[in-house]
């Protein structure tokens, strides 16, 4: 993006989706030998030093992220949106480098790092409503192809999933332009992720 930013207005938004849809609100204990292979786990830790990321996998739950998908959605629409990518990466950096489990009063910690009500926040993730509206947007973009994350929507348009190199985005910035511009006046590119 930095390298398109004199060309495009970005606006970043993350929508839920569950990788597991199945685990239960506490989560499930992770037991040694399940799960990805060592190889995969290494090579993800690998890629991440590339780019400045510390994958520990410390966290010996698999989580459910209903709770965190509910703060992004309240986050997306707080402040015209502007701290939900800041907010999303700090639980990032919180679940797979620092081995803080995302829950709802972690979450809230985190949230009140970053200036959101810690009160607020957490009534937000534990209001039930709030939870199943989360559930079923994830199930929206299931419904939409999307079977894993990252998935990057751009102006509306499914593009790809998974980590890709620099050049594969500001090819696919300038193709999604061309072809589904954005109705605003200046060019400009609403990415889901």
Not at 56 to 69: E, Y
Not at 121 to 140: G, I, P, S
Not at 152 to 160: D, S, W
Request: contains cysteine; hydrophobic residues 40%.
């Amino acid at each position: 993006m930095r390298r398109c930013q004199e060309k495009f207005d970005f606006v970043i938004r993350w929508r839920p989706f569950l990788l597991r849809p199945n685990v239960p609100p506490e989560g499930i204990p992770r037991v040694p030998g399940m799960g990805p292979p060592k190889h995969a786990m290494e090579r993800v830790a690998m890629v991440g030093q590339t780019v400045g990321l510390n994958f520990t996998f410390s966290v010996g739950r698999t989580p459910n992220t209903l709770a965190a998908h509910a703060l992004l959605d309240y986050a997306g629409n707080v402040d015209g949106g502007r701290k939900q990518d800041a907010l999303q990466e700090a639980i990032f950096k919180a679940f797979f480098t620092d081995g803080i489990y995302p829950d709802a009063t972690n979450l809230s910690k985190i949230a009140k790092d970053l200036g959101f009500d810690e009160q607020t926040v957490y009534k937000v993730m534990t209001d039930q409503n709030n939870l199943e509206k989360a559930a079923v947007e994830a199930n929206h973009w299931r419904g939409k192809g999307v079977s894993g994350v990252p998935f990057y929507f751009m102006n509306g348009q499914a593009t790809f999933s998974g980590a890709q190199d620099p050049d594969a985005f500001v090819h696919m910035f300038e193709t999604i332009a061309k072809k589904f511009p954005h109705t605003a006046p200046e060019q400009s590119l609403e990415l889901q992720k």
